[in-house]
């Protein structure tokens, strides 16, 4: 079998490669009878080349070079991993190049893509989610998209393991790439939302961070111990409206609790209701127990539960009345006076599960 390398000029000056099939090795190519091995990638030098000729001038500057073929398994090794023998292997498919992970990002929302994954007759691809969102046009070539499914892109995904994104955070594991969104959503070192109820406050961390953050951000109140007394007042309370009073964070057993009192209408009633938060997760929380107790003109109401959760937000906590409710008239009663001002007591106290 005889290759050969085009020249366009005088035909005196091809250079005839010959791969002789007796060989049992192909990848041995021969030159004028020298033995040439493909994996030292061949060069093939501007000697062969007309002289005097501006285009083989430029290319005696840059000589082609001819790599191996593609289907070799080739592994790149630097001086330093031949210098340490005791440098372990690296595990497949645990660092996934940047390229790989652009590929597998939804060019719409940026977030990493799902089964099905869509693409459209150039090949350019889309999450399902955000298919509809786009009214069946590509947002790269605004090609129609179709129903036309990547499963290539798919497979390669499977075959990943990627960290956590909260790896930043503390957590070491490494998940298959389909596994991975399961394993994020209940992840232990996922930060917590700010549990500040009084504005819409999107700073998320640990739990240090948000302490740090309530303090010295929104200003709460913070407390030592395990008991407290507080006072709520209001001074025209038939105006009820969803009124939140400031936060009071409380500092014991080594955690941190959060104590809301807010005002809002259940139905067409307007009530008071009170609850208390762990920060930390909802396993952790259920160590603990707490009490409620509010009242005056020699009525009391009591209230004991768990704590809920700062993963549960508070209007959540609130709308499922996990907590001490006062309907407004029995508030107002244990206020005393003229009914005209809004006079709360309420103590409590946390304390541990044995």
């Not at 309420?346 to 541990?352: F, H, P, Q, S």
Request: glycine share 6%; with cysteine; hydrophobic share 30%.
């Amino acid at each position: 079998m005889i290759c050969c390398l085009r020249y366009y000029g005088d035909l005196s000056d091809y250079v005839i490669y010959k791969v002789e099939e007796s060989e049992p090795d192909l990848g041995t190519v021969k030159e004028e009878g020298k033995a040439i091995d493909w994996r030292t990638r061949l060069v093939t030098h501007c000697t062969i080349m007309a002289s005097g000729n501006p285009f083989f001038d430029d290319l005696r500057n840059k000589p082609e070079v001819i790599d191996p073929p593609q289907g070799e398994d080739i592994m790149d090794v630097s001086e330093s991993s031949v210098n340490d023998p005791a440098q372990p292997p690296l595990k497949p498919n645990l660092t996934v190049s940047s390229s790989v992970r652009e590929l597998l990002e939804c060019p719409v929302c940026l977030n990493a893509m799902y089964p099905p994954i869509h693409q459209c007759s150039n090949g350019h691809t889309i999450c399902s989610g955000c298919k509809p969102r786009v009214h069946n046009r590509c947002p790269t070539c605004r090609h129609e998209l179709g129903n036309i499914r990547c499963l290539a892109l798919e497979k390669v995904a499977a075959s990943l393991e990627l960290p956590c994104k909260y790896q930043s955070y503390g957590c070491i594991g490494i998940y298959p790439y389909y596994s991975k969104l399961k394993h994020e959503s209940q992840c232990v070192f996922r930060p917590y939302n700010c549990p500040y109820a009084g504005s819409e406050c999107t700073v998320m961390g640990d739990i240090p961070y948000l302490v740090s953050h309530l303090k010295d951000d929104h200003k709460v109140d913070m407390h030592n111990g395990s008991t407290f007394n507080h006072r709520y007042v209001k001074a025209n309370p038939h105006e009820v409206e969803n009124a939140t009073w400031m936060l009071t964070v409380f500092s014991c057993f080594g955690q941190y609790f959060c104590l809301h009192f807010e005002a809002f209408q259940l139905g067409m009633a307007p009530v008071y209701i009170a609850f208390l938060r762990f920060m930390g997760d909802d396993n952790e929380a259920k160590n603990y127990s707490y009490s409620l107790e509010v009242g005056g003109n020699g009525r009391k109401m009591i209230w004991q539960g768990v704590p809920r959760s700062i993963r549960d937000s508070h209007r959540k906590v609130r709308d499922s009345f996990d907590g001490l409710i006062i309907q407004r008239s029995m508030a107002l009663f244990f206020s005393g006076g003229d009914r005209k001002e809004l006079k709360l007591r309420v103590t409590g106290r946390i304390w541990k599960e044995q």
